[in-house]
């Protein structure tokens, strides 16, 4: 059962950094996303790994990376703007 956030904190939610995986709350998780020289970490709900349109994004990262994340964390393989994109539209239903 999935949970839902007005916009504004959804916003902020996602776009906290935090320095540990001991910094996310519960039922979040960590998310590398960018080019392989440069990514940013958002912080998102567990609730989005069942959306379609996140599993499109999980289905390109195993694609690309398998089971082996180089930054010790899920990596998604795409521009900082597809993942704004899809997650900004999750966080609205």
Known sequence: M?????????????LR??????DLPKGFLAIYVGSETQKKRFV????Y???????DLLSKSEE????????GGL??????DIFMDV???LSIL
Do not use: N, W
């Not at 690309?64 to 930054?71: I, K, L, R, T």
């Open 2 to 14: 999935g949970f839902r956030l007005p916009g504004v904190l959804a916003k902020q939610i996602l």
């Open 44 to 47: 998102v709900p567990v609730s």
């Open 87 to 89: 997650t900004s539209r």
């Open 64 to 71: 690309e990376f398998g089971y082996d994340h180089p930054m």
């Open 75 to 80: 990596t998604i393989p795409c521009t900082e």
């Open 17 to 22: 950094r935090s320095s540990s995986s001991m």
């Open 49 to 55: 790994l069942k959306h379609p349109s996140f599993q």
